[in-house]
């Protein structure tokens, strides 16, 4: 997928917006009623939780009125929120669609921040600590080979240096990772992992 400024639902989130601007002191029951469609319909345009087609945003232009610049902006997020990604990007491999969104920020964003109170963050963390969490999690065996494969691709975004990262990490993640019994050097293996990762110049650590 080619890199844009934001991820497709948040330009949609950004039409939303803008329209719930324009709509003012006008209820969306009486947007709604003039455009055609019902007010749930509305409350998920204003959500930005529906495409914006050339045709919906005729109708909430007759509706709303408005200046051409803001209906500029609306008409740009719509067509950049209506952006496919292609079924072979790595959005596609995870199952829910939190995630999904998730790894869509972690692309585009250009500054990400991540505090970490009870497990250290999924960037971070080593494949055999990832192994250990799954397991204990009761993923099933099958999966957890696939979701590993999933994770160590995500951690791929830390070596874009245009963006930054920045995390911080409770001593309770940390001591929780201490205390695995330890046979297969899990401890130590995050630990240098951690201290890897704090040398990129785009990683902050604390």
Known sequence: MTPVEMPAF???????????TLRG???????????????????????????????????????LGGDAEIWEQIARHAELGAVQV???DLRWKFKSEPMRKLVDMERTASV?????????????QTVELMHYLMEVAGVAAE??????DLRVRRQEALLDTSRRFE????????ARVSLISDTSGTWAGQLTRLAEVAMLPNVHIK
């Open 10 to 20: 948040i330009h949609n989130i950004q039409c939303g917006r803008l329209l719930e």
């Open 25 to 63: 002191e006008t209820t969306q029951r009486e947007v709604a009623g003039a455009c055609g469609w019902s007010q749930p319909t509305q409350v998920d345009l204003e959500r930005g939780q529906k495409l914006f087609t050339a045709e919906i945003l005729e109708k909430l232009k007759a509706a």
């Open 86 to 88: 292609a079924k072979t």
């Open 112 to 124: 990400i921040r991540c505090k970490a109170s009870m497990l250290l963050p999924g960037m971070l």
């Open 143 to 148: 999966e957890i080979d696939r979701l590993i």
């Open 167 to 174: 995390f911080i990490i409770d001593q309770a993640a940390l």
